[in-house]
């Protein structure tokens, strides 16, 4: 019972960890999505919006607009 107490407060603690950091990067990427005058603002609107729309999950949102921003740059 001890090593289920155990591994549940640290099931708890890492994800209280993940969801701060999460948050922590979606407001950066909203910041980032709202200053029109950085170079990087089209890609932040692609992952906020692909997110946003509930499309796909955040980090392959991130991974398709840095591929389609990548094949831009390339042309």
């Known amino acids: 019972m001890a090593f289920v107490g155990i591994a549940e407060v640290m099931y708890w603690l890492y994800k209280k960890e993940y969801l701060r950091a999460k948050a922590k ?9 709202n200053d029109l005058n ?6 932040y609107t692609c992952v906020y919006e692909k997110w946003n729309s509930g499309e796909v999950p955040l980090k392959e949102a991130n991974t398709l607009c840095s591929l389609k ?4 740059k390339r042309f």
Do not use: A, G, T
Not at 38 to 43: A, G, M, R
Not at 69 to 72: G, L, M, S, T, W
């Open 25 to 33: 990067y979606l407001r950066e990427l909203i910041d980032q999505k």
């Open 38 to 43: 950085s170079s990087n603002e089209p890609f």
């Open 69 to 72: 921003f990548e094949q831009n």
